[in-house]
């Protein structure tokens, strides 16, 4: 069969496309379309060797005939749609009531074939392979219901083809959407293997001319002092900039489908002349909520150092991935703080430090401890789990 849609159209919009489905399913609607003049071809046999039996024949031969139609149109129409499995599901239960016209009662509970025998089926499978493990399921349960409703005194056979119409119809199904599962995850990945070829090549243009350049006026610069030292110190943070500006790029670009964040790429952007990010080599994927409050916990230490740590302090941020939690620790040689300094603030009411970090921390399940020494910097060690739920209400600001 051609178009087929992609699994998150509605069914009635498929469009006309046969690459918008995996394989598998244009196989599965290929088998439909042998399936169904099959059944309705042993449903001829079946009526025409038993209508000596047949109460009314003309009727019976009367439904065979608009399943021929349906089954010849079916063949001309190759689009496939969720009003025309409605119709074939309407089709293949009328002809199954239609037996109890046809044949006598004792006949009936006897166990003999209903009118189209097995055609139903394929109103099954349609459904199944255009909705998925869902829609098999609900269209082989409707038929059942309806075989139950036609023979009125279910038999084992009767209750047999039923069950197995529905592990039909559902296992099918299941099979689809496996199918278009599989297949969105690989379209996600070619366009996403795309973007990363593309921001390679950029990648490379700006480290081959533009970064280069900078490095080298940043070193000239610092050869001729004076105000070319100071041309060179811009161009060295300006480096700097670019490089953490490429590396987060290249993070954002590994971003997946269901809602994580790689930590690096928003901590690199906190990189500068007096803040250096060490991060490791793979992607840190935590959920984007916990990221978030990380990151802004980074900052507030960040901010500490810049308005406490004195002219000149360098401040470090090492990034730990260990695997169920992630382990972040900023630290500075600063002008540090005496022992018991935070506990004094809290007393104090001043909650910048508890708030903004602890708060942050606590609210992502985990915690933060300082490692304070005056004259020697300080050191925030921040662990949180990587899983944990994300509450809805984050607690006080500052």
């Not at 919009?13 to 088998?31: I, M, N, Q, T, Y």
């Not at 199918?179 to 480290?207: D, F, I, N």
């Not at 964040?261 to 984007?288: F, K, M, N």
């Not at 007393?347 to 708060?359: E, F, N, P, W």
Request: hydrophobic share 45%; charged share 25%; proline share 5%.
């Amino acid at each position: 069969m051609t178009d087929r849609g992609q699994p998150d159209e509605r069914p009635d919009e498929r469009s006309d496309e046969r690459s918008d489905e995996p394989g598998v399913v244009e196989a599965f609607w290929k088998g439909i379309d042998v399936l169904r003049p099959l059944a309705l071809a042993y449903a001829v046999y079946a009526a025409w060797s038993r209508q000596e039996q047949m109460v009314r024949p003309e009727v019976a031969w009367a439904v065979l005939g608009v399943l021929a139609a349906w089954t010849a149109f079916l063949v001309v129409h190759r689009r496939r749609t969720l009003t025309l499995v409605l119709v074939e599901l309407a089709l293949a239960a009328g002809a199954i009531l239609a037996t109890r016209v046809v044949d006598r009662e004792p006949v009936i509970h006897a166990g003999s074939p209903t009118l189209p025998t097995f055609w139903p089926a394929a109103a099954v499978v349609s459904a199944a392979v255009l909705l998925g493990r869902k829609g098999g399921f609900l269209a082989a349960l409707v038929i059942g219901v309806v075989d139950l409703l036609e023979v009125q005194d279910p038999t084992f056979h009767t209750v047999n083809n039923v069950v197995l119409l529905l592990l039909i119809g559902t296992l099918i199904g299941y099979a689809v959407d496996l199918a278009r599962e599989g297949h969105a995850k690989l379209r996600a990945a070619l366009a996403l293997e795309a973007r990363v070829r593309e921001r390679e090549r950029l990648a490379r243009t700006v480290h081959d001319g533009v970064l280069q350049t900078l490095a080298f006026i940043n070193r000239r610069g610092g050869q001729l002092g004076g105000e070319a030292a100071d041309l060179g110190g811009m161009a060295a943070e300006q480096e700097r900039r670019l490089r953490a500006l490429v590396t987060a790029t290249e993070a954002d670009e590994q971003l997946p489908p269901d809602g994580e964040v790689d930590l690096r790429a928003l901590l690199s952007r906190h990189a500068g002349e007096r803040v250096q990010v060490v991060a490791p080599a793979d992607a840190v994927l935590v959920p984007a909520p916990t990221a978030t409050e990380l990151a802004a916990a980074v900052g507030a230490a960040l901010d500490n150092v810049r308005q406490h740590a004195g002219e000149g302090a360098q401040a470090w941020v090492l990034v730990e991935d260990e695997g169920d939690t992630v382990e972040l620790t900023v630290r500075d040689n600063g002008a540090g703080m005496p022992p018991g300094r935070l506990d004094e603030a809290a007393a104090d009411g001043r909650l910048g430090v508890s708030s903004s970090i602890r708060g942050r921390l606590r609210d992502c399940g985990g915690d933060a401890e300082w490692v304070v020494r005056e004259g020697s910097g300080v050191t925030v060690r921040m662990r949180a789990p990587k899983r944990a739920p994300h509450p809805a209400s984050g607690g006080e600001r500052v």
